[in-house]
């Protein structure tokens, strides 16, 4: 028995003269494109006689009718017998489905009932990529055929879509090609266009990662005003960034340049607590003198371990600083503006300040108050009798007169209930305290 468009089918019996040259009559007025040695697979309803398919006497054959645009037929031969090569199974090209799953191993499916299945093992990768060129090649010139000679056929848009469909199931690279043309087609406005590919890749339940483009963004390196504070103490530096930059990217740079690690940063930039994914630009960032808050949160409160700390600062000096452009590779120490301000500050102490550097800017914030320690420390008096407030939502210390937090205008809690419950939480801590000592 032999496989065909249809179904299964009766092989056609060749004549004595047909059978010395090698096959039946059909095969013989058609052109071979090309012939590779494979072994098979096969699963499917209906069994199929695969002779000497484990000792890779079987030859995998791709021909075309010149007398009949877009006809391709898919067969197998035997070659195992002495000098003779019989076909054991044919296939229309445009009745199968055909996908590469390996270098070495690609896999056809019917399109059509019982849905049989073969899977194809080449010899090396070299020839199962030539292999696969030509019968991608010779699938796209079939479709693009049998579209055109359909009583409704489709426009340019929806051939070039099917078209692309097709060529994807083949492997990840014309997948990505199919995401570019999404990408093309958004850019120049063609709904259409962008709707049919987009189809195409939600059928293949693409997994994509979908982002504007630099292009999208202003241009050049800017000079963005950081308000850096702590529980304690706060100062002001100039960061240069990028708008393109992602806020994790943003983290990451002022982890590498100051030693503050990400999870201990909490980043206000226009009443809005930033997230990680979002780029600078959506939160309003465009121009030299654009300000930001930087808030640093307790290694308790973040959960962060000296350990962690001190594995995830080793990593970061391995890798190269955060692409932000060509000058990204010339690290240099970014220049501050006015030194320490006190919250209980009303003035701008910006006029006869002077400049810090890296190691100025970590002492200025006092790191010993983010507790980077496995232990959880002491609770200090000084937290205790503090009338500042800390914002529920965006962690920022507020003064004592607020109503509602500066940055973000959530409302203040009650503060008694608050009390209560910071003198619970400095209870327990104390009690972990002593039983850890």
């Excluded at 019982?114 to 010139?141: G, K, Y």
């Excluded at 706060?234 to 960061?239: G, R």
């Excluded at 930087?294 to 962690?308: E, G, I, N």
């Amino acid at each position: 028995m032999a496989l065909s468009s249809g179904g299964w089918g009766k092989p056609p019996v060749p004549s004595p003269s047909q059978s010395d040259h090698g096959g039946p009559a059909l095969a013989n007025c058609n052109t071979v494109l090309m012939s590779v040695r494979v072994s098979v697979c096969h699963s499917g309803i209906r069994p199929l006689c695969l002779p000497g398919a484990g000792d890779e006497a079987l030859r995998l054959q791709l021909s075309m009718d010149p007398s009949k645009a877009g006809e391709f037929r898919l067969a197998l031969r035997d070659i195992s017998g002495s000098g003779r090569s019989v076909f054991i199974a044919e296939f229309d090209l445009r009745s199968v489905q055909y996908e590469v799953k390996s270098p070495c191993l690609h896999e056809m499916r019917l399109a059509t009932p019982p849905h049989d299945c073969i899977r194809f093992n080449f010899r090396c990768d070299l020839e199962a990529e030539q292999w696969a060129t030509v019968v991608m090649s010779s699938l796209r010139e079939a479709h693009r055929v049998a579209v055109n000679s359909s009583p409704h056929p489709m426009d340019d848009r929806q051939q070039h879509a099917a078209a692309l469909e097709q060529r994807s199931t083949a492997s990840l690279p014309l997948t990505e090609e199919l995401c570019l043309e999404l990408a093309r087609a958004i850019e120049a406005g063609d709904s259409q266009g962008a709707a049919q590919h987009a189809s195409a890749l939600a059928r293949q339940k693409a997994v994509l990662t979908i982002q504007l483009s630099e292009k999208n963004y202003a241009e050049g390196e800017i000079s963005l005003s950081v308000a850096v504070e702590d529980i304690s103490s706060s100062c002001c530096v100039t960061v240069k960034v990028f708008p393109h930059m992602t806020v994790a990217a943003l983290k990451q740079q002022v982890f590498l340049e100051y030693g503050f690690h990400p999870r201990v940063q909490r980043w206000v930039i226009g009443q809005c607590l930033c997230t990680e994914p979002r780029s600078l630009a959506s939160y309003g960032v465009q121009r030299d003198g654009d300000t930001a808050y930087l808030y640093l949160v307790s290694a308790r409160h973040a959960r962060l371990t000296r350990q962690l700390f001190q594995q995830d600062q080793e990593g970061a000096q391995l890798t190269p600083a955060p692409s932000n452009g060509p000058l990204s590779q010339d690290w240099r120490g970014y220049s501050t503006l006015p030194s320490r301000l006190s919250h209980n500050t009303q003035g701008s102490t910006g006029s006869g300040a002077e400049r810090l550097g890296t190691s100025e800017i970590r002492d200025a914030l006092n790191l010993e108050t983010l507790h980077l320690d496995d232990k959880p420390d002491k609770p200090s008096k000084a937290s205790k009798t503090q009338t500042e407030w800390a914002c529920p939502s965006c962690t920022f210390i507020n003064k004592p007169t607020r109503p509602g937090c500066e940055i973000c205008s959530t409302a203040r809690p009650d503060s008694r209930k608050h009390s209560r419950i910071q003198q619970e939480k400095g209870r327990r801590e104390e009690q972990i305290s002593a039983l850890s000592s």
